[in-house]
């Protein structure tokens, strides 16, 4: 489990992931930090079992080996006794889950340490480099470590000073955005600007020092312990010297496109410069990344077309909810003498919550004549859905098991048509409600993804992580999800993997000549990605969707409708 920011839990039985979901999806806030209870039941509802069947309980933050720092300041070590403590989350088992044994069942996990079993153990590589950088797992920024077999082994690690994403968010807020959430909007603006304009200053910003080292010396800037933890004395420093703090609301300039596109720069120069230090020290031939950082597509991209690697890794939950499953893997080695768990690198997070015919006929009962409703037979459902989508009409697709991450993958996603020139605009206003700026992602079938998309030869990218190049003989056929900058942050969906999803991009090939669809996550702003046929049917009309497919059903808003 992860309590912290993305809590989560992962229910892992003999190996095998049984069922994994966020917190935020039960209660409604998106990256909740609350102990994940009702996810936890969730897993156990799955499994058929009770919380006293459980063998053990990790966490994936351990701050015992810190405690003697926390101790030296009274404000500290009451926020290590009150919420860092081990106690704390056994306690809150014993609460929630009259689990009295707890203390001989729960362990704490090293965040960085379960960040990297998510990455490699999935990845199928017998050796690889592992490469995680974050805000700050317990006291580390970047933490690297080489896999061989079952064992995770810690080369190097950076702290504080060094977090990449601690700068990145501290811009984000200065740009008006919200902190340890709209990150992706930074990344999604930075192609609108020009970089040199600000080179300069987030050279003088991240130094790039010897074996491999980074230096954010703008944190130097913050001189006392609450400019420390809140970053006012950087943000001071960056208001009087640099670029003026927008706010939230405020239109946004030239000046904060340039400066995002800095940003965007210099993380890049910051990640090759660790990246590029450990392949010549360790000649890995493969590379597996975690951590916040790791959700930075553009970057993903990048590494992935450098030619450094033959092979790349970033596994479906790269944020803080993923380190729910790297712990218990990690338990899970440890218990096993060894035996990685079974999910590989291509495998789709479909380990959340299903929905039935029963909970489906009984959501539509509760809307009652405000939808229109039809039950369709398989090919008939698939004809229906491509048709809407040739027609620009904007759908929701929610089928099978909820994805776990922050991606949504063809299970709970609103899709549309990628060739309509107004699709982008249609949907950021009229669906999401959200900046105009920010880009779409295509999902597209794995077979027919490079005549559209610079990917390399059999590379999947299922869990929507790398932005690729569209091809130029494309991109006006594909102005929906054609970045300013000419990419797309590219999902491939594979037969095997996906069959339903393939089979509605297969029929809209055959409807529109391109197996390709515009997917975005099922939710509006400040939601989390819808869980329940409850959750759908509300969203169809909070989004002013067209129709939503749900299971085998049909549904559009009736006549007899009003905003709900």
């Known amino acids: 489990m992860c309590q912290g920011m993305d809590s989560s839990v992962c229910l892992m039985i003999d190996g095998e992931i049984v069922a994994a979901a966020a917190e935020e999806r039960f209660t409604g806030e998106k990256f909740t930090s609350d102990f994940p209870r009702h996810a936890i039941q969730y897993c156990l509802d799955v499994a058929g079992i009770v919380a006293s069947d459980l063998d053990a309980i990790t966490h994936s933050f351990d701050y015992q080996a810190y405690q003697k720092l926390f101790n030296l300041g009274e404000r500290n070590s009451r926020y290590y006794d009150q919420v860092l403590a081990p106690k704390i989350q056994a306690d809150l088992w014993r609460e929630h889950f009259s689990l009295d044994n707890v203390d ?182 493969n590379i597996c990344f975690a951590g916040g950082v790791a959700l930075n597509c553009t970057a993903n991209g990048k590494l992935l077309r450098s030619g450094l690697f033959k092979q790349i890794f970033i596994p479906p939950a790269a944020d803080d909810g993923g380190t729910a499953v790297g712990a218990a893997m990690l338990l899970h080695v440890e218990k096993s003498n060894g035996k990685r768990a079974s999910f590989l690198a291509n495998d789709l997070p479909y380990w959340g919550h299903e929905i039935d015919e029963d909970e489906i006929r009984a959501s539509i009962s509760e809307f009652g004549s405000s939808i229109d409703v039809q039950k369709l037979d398989d090919t008939a459902l698939l004809e229906a859905a491509a048709g809407d989508i040739k027609d620009n009409n904007i759908i929701a697709w929610v089928q099978g098991r909820m994805e776990f991450g922050q991606r949504a993958l063809g299970n709970r996603s609103i899709l549309a048509n990628p060739g309509a020139p107004d699709m982008k605009e249609r949907v950021n206003a009229r669906i999401k ?132």
């Open 433 to 564: 409600k959200r900046e105009e700026f920010r880009p779409f992602a295509p999902s597209v079938k794995y077979e027919c993804a490079n005549i559209y998309f610079e990917l390399p030869d059999n590379f999947e990218s299922p869990h929507m992580l790398y932005t690729i190049p569209v091809r130029k003989e494309w991109v006006a056929s594909l102005p929906a999800i054609t970045h300013i900058d000419g990419t797309a942050r590219v999902q491939t969906v594979n037969r095997e993997k996906s069959e339903k999803y393939w089979a509605l991009l297969d029929e809209v090939q055959r409807l529109t000549s391109m197996p390709v669809v515009l997917n975005t996550s099922f939710n509006i702003k400040g939601q989390p990605i819808v869980r329940t046929a409850r959750d759908a049917i509300a969203t169809l009309f909070t989004a002013n969707l067209d129709a939503l497919y749900i299971g085998n059903y049909v549904i559009r808003r009736g006549s007899d409708s009003i905003d709900r």
């Open 104 to 285: 001989t069942l729960y362990a704490p996990c090293n965040h960085h340490l379960a960040h990297a079993a998510m990455a490699f153990y999935p990845s199928g590589f017998e050796r690889s480099l592992v490469i995680v950088a974050d805000g700050l797992g317990e006291m580390t920024a970047i933490s690297v470590y080489e896999g061989h077999g079952h064992a995770l082994n810690l080369l190097h690690q950076q702290g504080t000073l060094s977090s990449l994403g601690i700068l990145y968010s501290q811009i984000t807020a200065h740009l008006g955005f919200w902190v340890n959430s709209d990150e992706y909007k930074i990344m999604g603006l930075a192609p609108y600007g020009d970089p040199e304009v600000f080179r300069r200053a987030f050279q003088d910003m991240v130094e790039l020092s010897d074996g491999g080292t980074v230096v954010v010396r703008a944190f130097e800037r913050n001189v006392n312990e609450l400019e420390r933890q809140t970053g006012r004395g950087f943000r001071r420093w960056l208001d009087e010297h640099v670029i003026k703090a927008r706010e939230a609301g405020e239109a946004i300039t030239q000046a904060h496109r340039d400066f995002a596109a800095a940003l965007q720069q210099r993380i890049e120069e910051a990640l090759f410069h660790v990246i590029r230090h450990w392949k010549e020290q360790t000649g890995a031939e």
